[in-house]
């Protein structure tokens, strides 16, 4: 219990933080609810935060996480040039193509949209 205080405590005072430098997802593409500004949004759901995290039950490997991993297998970038090995994504490179790969429905949550 005492983790979860600490990840909720570090959650809003990084959303502090980016709140007084002016960048919230309030305003951005990524609040996807009937509020937000992009043109991909819910239809009801007024909730900014759960199409990404949830106040219960969220994965143990990333903070309050909503969302499955897609079971995608990327191709990594490869050149001639290229002097490194880049294998598949992990961390949250792998927390973000959880939306941008396209291969999971943005309203596929982990967790009930329901309090």
């Known amino acids: 219990m005492r983790h979860h205080r600490t990840i909720a ?6 959303c502090l933080l980016n709140a007084a430098r002016g960048a919230t997802i309030i305003n951005s593409r990524h609040n ?6 992009g043109p991909v949004r819910a239809l009801s759901e007024e909730r900014v935060c759960i199409f990404c995290h949830t106040p219960h039950g969220g994965r143990a490997d990333a903070p309050l996480w909503n969302r499955r991993d897609s079971a995608a297998a990327y191709i990594p970038y490869d ?4 002097k490194a090995l880049p ?6 490179s792998k927390l973000c ?7 999971i429905a943005m309203g596929d949550l982990r967790r009930c949209r329901a309090n």
């Open 9 to 14: 405590l570090f959650l809003a005072a990084l």
């Open 87 to 92: 294998g598949q994504p992990t961390g949250s």
């Open 97 to 103: 193509l959880s939306c941008h790969d396209g291969t």
């Open 79 to 82: 050149s001639p040039t290229l």
């Open 32 to 37: 996807l609810s009937v509020s937000g500004p």
